[in-house]
Every structure is written in C-alpha cells, then in structure tokens.
C-alpha cells in the first residue's frame, strides 16, 4: 500500500534559521514525490517534485528536498527562513500503477522574527 | 494565462440546499480532482476524473455529485446529503492521471453552512 507520513504537524523557526520539514513514504513503486506550499485561504502551489532524475531537486523561493531511497525519505529544507516562508506545507507521492496522488497531513511552518 | 479558476470564492448554504462549486481550466488537461480540506486533515479526495463524460468516486464521496461534460469544465454539487459541508474545497488537474506529472490547483471556494 502506498501512504506518506510528514513527521512533524508544526514546525516553529526562527528567521533565518534553516529550515527542516519531514517526510517518509511507503510505496510499492517506484514514486514520484512533490512538496506543495499553501498561504492561508489559498490554493495549492507546487515547490519541487522528484520524478527518478536527480535526487537532490532545487525548487522554488531557495527550497530543495533530497530523495533517499534507503530511507524512504523526502525532507524538506532551506538554509535560512523568511517570514514570508509561514505557510503549511504538503508532501504528496504519486505511486501505485496508476500515479494516484497521496497527501500527507500537512506541516505548518511558523517563523519567528 | 493558463490556470484553474474557482467560483465563487466564499460560498453561504442554507440547511436542505444544494450548491454548485465551478471549476474551469484552459491548461488542456484531461484528469481533475475535487478535493476537502478541513483543519488538522490535509486534503481528502472527493471526486476525480480522467477523461470527459467518465468520472469516480474518491475517498468521501457520499453527499457530493459532479459532472464532466466538457474538458475544461468540472463542477461540483453539495447536496443536502452532506451533513457537514463546511470546508474549504479546491479543484485541481493533471495532464494525465497515470503519469508523474503535478497537479495545479485552484484558489479554493469557502463554503459554510449558515
């Protein structure tokens, strides 16, 4: 069975500190993975996804995530907070024959002048 | 510009109503997705489908309807069936649904019971 697990339901930093978000993934196939940022009352939008290039994915706003495969892991990180970065964040695997798209429950980041 | 665009953005039912979520995209895609989202409970999938005129049933799919009669267009009804329809709801597409592609989202529709 496919699922994903974000370790950590709220993460609290300091700006400019960096930033850790967790996340392990169970899946039968090889997965694709993305990690999706979401502001208050809006939509979804996309950081980064791993789809079986390099491991280590560069995305958006400084944000990178390293797949390792060993670990079933897909952590989130950025070497030094904003304030604008507060936000909850979604890691979602695409697994199964079928890419259907698992979320986990969601990290909320706060930051802390 | 391409995107998903959500109406309306707040949406007030009265108890025994049914409501219409819209859902339009001109990124040409074939797969879209209705999903819920409550506080502590990330995103649960209500309904999605993969081509027009076909549609299936996602993890919470009791109390919800939608239709798929043309690509770019995906709505979806709360019936009076779904007690508790307070949530926020978010459309979504892929351009297929057995690839590794990502899904785009909209801007979301509040809906709350009053």
């Known amino acids: 069975a496919q699922s994903v697990t974000q370790l950590d339901s709220h993460v609290s930093v300091s700006e400019g500190t960096p930033v850790l978000l967790r996340c392990n993934y169970s899946s039968s196939y090889s997965p694709s993975l993305f990690w999706y940022v979401q502001h208050p009352n809006k939509g979804l939008q996309l950081l980064l996804k791993y789809t079986s290039a390099a491991t280590l994915v560069k995305g958006i706003n400084g944000f990178e995530a390293e797949f390792k495969k060993s670990e079933t892991s897909f952590h989130l990180t950025k070497p030094s907070a904003h304030m604008s970065d507060a936000a909850e964040y979604f890691c979602v695997v695409g697994a199964g024959n079928n890419r259907k798209l698992i979320w986990g429950l969601g990290t909320s980041l706060a930051v802390n002048p | 510009d391409g995107g998903i665009t959500q109406s309306p953005k707040y949406l007030f039912r009265k108890e025994g109503q049914n409501v219409t979520l819209s859902c339009e995209q001109n990124?040409?895609?074939?797969?879209m997705y209705w999903y819920r989202q409550d506080p502590g409970q990330g995103l649960r999938l209500i309904y999605y489908?993969?081509?027009?005129?076909?549609?299936q049933k996602g993890d919470i799919a009791e109390g919800y309807s939608v239709s798929r009669e043309k690509k770019e267009s995906f709505p979806l009804t709360v019936t009076s069936a779904q007690k508790n329809p307070t949530a926020f709801y978010l459309c979504?597409?892929?351009?297929?649904?057995?690839?590794?592609?990502?899904?785009?989202f909209g801007q979301g529709t509040r809906l709350t019971v009053v």
């Open positions: 489908s993969q081509i027009v005129n076909d549609f």
């Open positions: 979504a597409s892929r351009i297929g649904q057995g690839d590794f592609a990502e899904a785009f």
């Open positions: 990124l040409n895609h074939d797969a």
